[in-house]
């Protein structure tokens, strides 16, 4: 970060400057990564895969084809290892995926494994008879970093970013004419200069799907349905085309005869293709031959098809369906249709032929599975059933990794890369460098308070967001932009809310490691909370932001507490550990043991709980490119106990919000919601963004123009304006002193004649910011006057300056 201060001169009028410069050069932004495209629950047909965390796969279901493994014989309705005739598991495995009767793994090394059904060579090798239960390694493939399976054949992507299929191609999926009835060799698709880096990809029943890195989608293969997005139908296209009009698209799945994108800030779902079972979710059953976007379904973390019905999971770890059995028994549904039974889903997987099945893994690894057996049977809705025999999925590492406070960011890179720079709106823009760790990866790790921060990296110089961090945003020019939250953590333990006692653990603070390298496996606290205080051992439920947490009612009284934990430093045998977030300790003075303490007073207050919220402004609210506006959220009761607000936006590229001030970046309309986080009462505000075009003129004609334009201003610069005499502060208003953005919108400013009483300081309201990268205008009109000689100003005054990253 360069600092300079330039010199004030002799004028009449002068503007103070403080400029910090910062140099942007963008690139294309990744939409995405191989890192957040692996599978870890998938379902085929008629048969269920899971990977676990050991590395180890487990499945159930039917097994005509030897979709179990190899040593079992027959159906199973319980979960199995996968073993080989050998009788060892397949191991490392980091990503599963089943086909129609077929499953294929992927290994640390990049080696793909198949087994089940061959009739069309979909395992990638040649067997005696149309199937094998033993599963074996693909031959002749370069390293695999993504895998996908259909009905019958199998597609794999490179770490050079080339997609390789093989197995049936009656309509051309895997890249070749139809003369070629199918391929045992794994075939290199060839779909021009342009069909490059990809990251993912998905196989339909009959057609292949292909996601890039500049976030385009490819398809090939059938289009009888319009299952291409072309906008055609057509059986055989052989050759892989760009999906019109589809950008920005951060996951791929594909059904049957359909396909489905989401988009890379997770608003909006788009599906195309088939739809007589309403799984295209756009309330009618027409086929699509393009894109049209699902109904009723925001803040998607994540997709995935069956043969004729889509899954998706939210951020808050509910999971919703639509399309064939989905409405709960035997009907279809048209819209999106939460399966209740399960809030804290981290994957989901979809398949199915005649029977819709969906399965699940919980935030604990758990797995869940729903079809329409297993509905409410009062309310014949879609609920989970927990899955028996089989937990510890395995959890893939999301990075930035946010532990309490401490945010870790990893860059995965090639051969080609010298240096790699963090830069964020967490530390005023200044770049960061990342530590190599080891081969083509850089990390770096930093403390960070709660809050929401627009991030990205400098590799070799050039800009781009996080590859391995699916939430991202673009701002009104254009920019792209990863998004980091850091949510609220405790800072001392245990937090006493009356008589609710809540104790929270993370091997961060007591052993100054990571989740990462401590691995705990298990976390409880141990304490005299039981009858007659008696000592008592509770389990610790682990939350998303890799934290053990537990809150439990206790009466008055005085209570002695330690945590008891088995992670990579305990080994198998747990441990005794103090709490290092709570300062007290005491040592019993038989036992010797050290234990923290902690009271529940008997004066508590009583909690008076949120009943209601509304919001100063509303139901809707117009708003111009570049303005900003505050909200107020009105809880009630007044004297509730706790009136902490959250606020949330559907749409952080149209309309932001921070602590009730929205600002407006781009055209169009967005949801703000104010939650309370007492109850969770929500009141919400239609926002419409509308542009004004044009609007500012610059340079003015007549106005003389300082140090303009000036770059990399601070989000929150006060302006100081020096006069040679003192000014009439009753002449300096809105019209005469302000700030406008590009679309002629004045920025909320306030004026303080300092104790020189010749400078007028300009600062912004209480509360709002410049946009980062956004460019304003400050005007002074020739009608400011001297406060005694009633003079005007000789010359009227305009700067152009833009605000930094």
Same mark, same amino acid.
């Given at each position: ?40 629950v ?7 895969l ?59 090394s ?5 087994w ?36 019958? +054949?199998?597609l794999?992507?490179?770490?050079? #970013?080339? *997609?390789?299929?093989? =197995?049936? /191609?009656? @309509? &051309? %999926? !895997? $890249? ?30 009959? +057609? ?6 500049? #976030?385009? *989608?490819?398809?090939? =293969?059938? /289009?009888? @349905? &319009? %299952? !291409? $997005? ?8 052989v050759v ?29 779902i ?5 739809n ?6 756009? $309330? ?59 809030t ?33 049977s ?115 333990g245990?937090?006493?809310d ?155 590229s ?13 055209k ?18 239609t ?44 002449t ?32 912004l309201?209480?509360?709002?910011k ?6 304003y ?29």
């Open positions: 970060m360069l600092y300079k201060r330039k010199q004030v001169t002799s004028l009449l009028f002068t503007v103070l400057l403080l400029v910090s410069v910062f140099l942007y050069s963008p690139n294309q932004a990744n939409a995405n990564s191989p890192n957040n495209q692996k599978n870890v998938d379902i085929g047909k008629d048969h269920f899971i990977l676990k965390g050991d590395g180890s796969v487990w499945s159930w279901g039917n097994n005509t084809y030897g979709q179990l493994g190899a040593k079992v014989t027959g159906d199973s309705t319980t979960p199995v290892v996968i073993q080989r005739r050998n009788g060892s598991r397949l191991a490392n495995i980091v990503s599963i995926s089943a086909g129609g009767n077929h499953s294929a793994a992927l290994d640390t990049g080696k793909v494994w198949t089940g059904s061959n009739g069309y060579g979909q395992l990638g090798y040649a067997t005696v008879g149309n199937k094998n239960d033993d599963p074996m390694m693909v031959a002749d493939l370069p390293p695999i970093v993504a895998i996908s399976t259909g009905d019958s +054949h199998t794999a992507v490179d770490e050079n #970013g080339a *997609v390789w299929a093989w =197995g049936r /191609n009656a @309509f &051309g %999926q !895997l $890249g070749r004419v139809t003369p070629l009835i199918s391929s045992t060799e794994p075939l290199r698709i060839n779909g021009g200069s342009d069909f490059s880096n990809i990251v993912a990809v998905t196989a339909g029943s009959e +057609h292949s799907v292909a996601l890039k890195t500049d #976030g385009t *989608v490819f398809t090939w =293969g059938r /289009n009888s @349905f &319009g %299952q !291409l $997005g072309n906008g055609e139908t057509g059986d055989e296209n892989p085309q760009k999906v019109p009009g589809l950008t920005n698209i951060i996951e791929i799945t594909a059904g049957n005869n359909h396909t489905l994108a989401l988009k890379q800030d997770r608003t909006t788009w599906a195309w293709g088939s007589s079972y309403g799984q295209l979710g756009d $309330g009618g059953r027409e086929s699509k031959l393009q894109p049209v976007q699902v109904e009723g379904i925001q803040n998607v973390s994540g997709i995935a098809a069956g043969d004729n019905h889509t899954v998706a999971i939210k951020t808050n770890g509910t999971v919703w369906t639509w399309g064939r059995n989905t409405s709960g028994t035997a009907s279809a549904r048209t819209t999106p249709i939460q399966i209740s039974g399960l804290n889903a981290v994957a989901i997987g979809g398949g199915g032929e005649i029977n819709s099945y969906t399965v699940a893994a919980g935030l604990d690894g758990t797995v869940w599975k729903w079809d329409k057996l297993s509905s409410d009062t309310t014949k809705l879609p609920i989970f059933q927990k899955v028996s025999g089989i937990e510890d999925v395995m959890k893939l590492d999301e990075f930035p990794f946010i532990q309490g406070g401490q945010v870790l960011f990893r860059y995965v890179g090639n051969n080609n890369i010298g240096e790699v720079k963090l830069n964020g709106s967490f530390n005023d823009n200044i770049d960061l460098p990342m530590v190599q760790k080891e081969a083509n990866v850089w990390e770096l790790q930093v403390e960070l308070q709660p809050g929401e921060y627009n991030y990205g990296f400098k590799v070799n110089g050039n800009w781009t967001v996080d590859p391995l961090n699916r939430d991202k945003t673009v701002d009104n020019f254009g920019r792209p932009f990863s998004v980091l939250r850091v949510a609220p953590y405790a800072p001392v245990p937090i006493i009356n008589k609710e006692v809540t104790f929270t653990y993370n091997s961060y603070d007591s052993q100054r490691l990571l989740e990462l390298d401590a691995k705990t496996v298990s976390a409880s606290v141990i304490g005299n909370f039981g009858e007659n205080y008696h000592w008592i051992e509770i389990p610790l439920v682990k939350q998303k932001n890799n934290i053990w947490k537990l809150t439990r009612t206790m009466e008055p009284g005085e209570y002695y507490y330690s945590f008891i934990v088995r992670d990579s430093v305990s080994g198998v045998v747990p441990e005794k550990r103090n709490d290092p977030l709570n300062s007290s300790l005491q040592t019993d003075s038989l036992t010797g043991i050290s234990r923290n303490p902690f009271t529940v007073a008997e004066n508590v207050l009583t909690k008076i709980p949120v009943s209601g919220i509304s919001l100063s402004k509303g139901p809707e609210l117009d708003l111009t490119v570049g303005e900003q506006e505050f909200v107020a959220a009105r809880i009630s009761p007044s004297n509730a106990t706790n009136k902490n607000v959250n606020w949330e936006t559907s749409k952080s149209v309309v932001s919000v921070v602590g009730g001030v929205l600002t407006a970046h781009s169009g309309t967005a949801v703000i919601t104010a939650s309370s986080v007492d109850g969770g009462k929500m009141a919400m505000l926002v419409h963004v509308h542009q004004q075009d044009n609007a500012v003129s610059f340079p003015r004609v007549g106005y003389k123009e300082f140090f303009s334009p000036r770059q990399g201003v601070s989000p929150t610069k006060p302006w100081k304006i020096s006069f040679g005499q003192e000014p009439d502060m009753t300096v208003n809105r019209d005469t002193v302000y700030v406008m953005n590009e679309s002629g919108v004045k920025v909320p400013i306030g004026y303080q004649l300092l104790a020189d009483t010749q400078t007028i300081e300009v600062r309201l209480e509360g709002f410049y946009e980062r990268g956004a460019t205008y400050l005007f002074v009109e020739p009608t400011v006057k001297s406060r005694y000689s009633k003079a005007a100003l000789k010359d009227p005054v305009q700067m152009k300056f833009q605000i930094q990253l």
